[in-house]
Every structure is written in structure tokens, then in C-alpha cells.
């Protein structure tokens, strides 16, 4: 977009959750957090459980979990398995999913089983510690 702004679209199955123009997005990429301004190059990345912070929208913060996110001609598109305003960030249920995801990995069978098992217990853990930093920020959207 000519005027350094760009477009965010958050989805996820059950609705639009986020469209808008917005100064930047910096979004819970599986290889760490990037932020995409206007002119960003094009890229795909999947999506680590964590927060989208958006500057200069509606919405400051949005939960999501799983997915990917596309950057391409100013537009970031967002499609989650998951997506939600933080106010309704659910922590229990994130404990509950590290719960389960721990039993999975214990309960693995074989190196590749394992490994993927213990992805998704380390990417649940990194967000409970997220949400330990963030604390009223989550509850509040910052």
C-alpha cells in the first residue's frame, strides 16, 4: 500500500474476527515473532499459539492457534485454527491443551511421534510464558 499502511484480515473457521487497515502487525511466527509494515516482502509462515499485535486498529491484540499467516501486496492474510480477541483469551483452556499435549508425548511412540509431540508442548509452554509476561495486557487488548 502506497501510504505505509497495511491490510489485516484475521480468520478463523467460524468468522472474520479482524479487517482492517493498520499501521503494522506483528504476528507469532513458528520460527519467532515478525512484524509487517507496508511495503513487506512477500512470505508465508506457519503460526505458533501466541498473540497478533496490531498497531493502529480496532482490535490491539488477537489470540491465535495454529494456522498461517501470508504476507503479500500489502495485505496480511491471517487464517488460524483458532482466532480470538485476547479479552476472551481463555488461560484454562490453554492449560488444559498443554495437559493433553503432555500426555501425548509421554504416550508416543517412536522418534518422529515424539518430536512432533514435544513441538507442540514447547509451543504451549512459550505461550503460557507469553501470557505470564503480559499479564493485564491480555485482559485490557494493551
Given at each position: ?52 499485535m496490531v498497531e ?14 501470508e504476507v503479500s ?70
Amino acid at each position: 500500500m502506497a501510504d505505509g499502511n497495511v491490510k489485516v484480515e484475521i480468520v478463523s473457521p467460524e468468522r472474520l474476527v479482524l479487517s482492517e487497515t493498520v499501521q503494522s502487525v506483528t504476528i507469532p511466527g513458528q520460527e519467532g515473532n515478525f512484524t509487517v509494515l507496508g511495503e513487506h516482502a512477500p512470505v508465508m509462515s506457519v503460526l505458533r499459539p501466541g498473540f497478533v499485535m496490531v498497531e493502529g486498529g480496532s482490535e490491539n491484540l488477537v489470540f491465535v492457534r495454529g494456522g498461517f499467516a501470508e504476507v503479500s501486496n500489502g495485505t496480511v492474510t491471517i487464517l488460524a485454527e483458532d482466532a480470538r480477541p485476547a479479552k476472551q483469551f481463555n488461560r484454562q483452556e490453554i492449560e488444559e491443551a498443554l495437559a493433553r499435549a503432555q500426555e501425548e508425548m509421554a504416550a508416543a511412540n517412536g522418534s518422529d511421534e515424539t518430536e512432533a509431540a514435544q513441538l507442540v508442548v514447547d509451543s504451549l509452554r512459550n505461550l503460557m510464558t507469553e501470557v505470564e509476561h503480559m499479564g493485564s495486557a491480555i485482559v485490557t487488548g494493551l
